[in-house]
């Protein structure tokens, strides 16, 4: 059984930082390098949609178009904890963020929340005008 533990958000301005984290664990994988970790938001009303992946068995990451240049997502080896980094946020980046766990899968699959099994308890970002 993966734990998926969400910290950060908050309540900011337009063209503001936050951080949001997402520290997964799994007793059967203590090195957790084969995961995909992938944060998606949902504002209300609306459907739950991707903002980046990583992939911990690589280098690799994959961010939303919308969130290009703004966000980066990062990881912590030490405390199998991913970042993601969110500047120069917008009234539109609004909404609950997710961090969903899930096991070895392309890029395709990976911005589909149907993907993945595991997730984190959410966290609200507000981002006023």
């Known amino acids: 059984q993966v734990q998926v533990i969400q910290s950060g958000g908050g309540q900011v301005q337009a063209g503001d930082s936050l951080r949001v984290s997402c520290t997964a664990s799994?007793?059967?994988?203590?090195?957790?390098?084969?995961?995909?970790i992938t944060w998606f938001r949902q504002a209300p009303g609306s459907e739950r949609e991707f903002v980046s992946t990583i992939w911990l068995s690589g280098t690799g990451t994959s961010y939303a178009d919308s969130v290009k240049g703004r966000f980066t997502i990062s990881r912590e080896y030490a405390k199998n904890t991913v970042y993601l980094q969110m500047d120069s946020l917008k009234p539109e980046d609004t909404g609950v963020y997710y961090c969903?766990?899930?096991?070895?899968?392309?890029?395709?699959?990976?911005?589909?929340?149907?993907?993945?099994?595991?997730w984190g308890q959410g966290a609200q970002v507000t981002v006023s005008s």
């Open positions: 969903a766990v899930g096991g070895p899968m392309s890029e395709y699959n990976a911005a589909a929340p149907g993907s993945y099994r595991y």
């Open positions: 799994d007793p059967a994988d203590d090195s957790n390098r084969n995961y995909v």
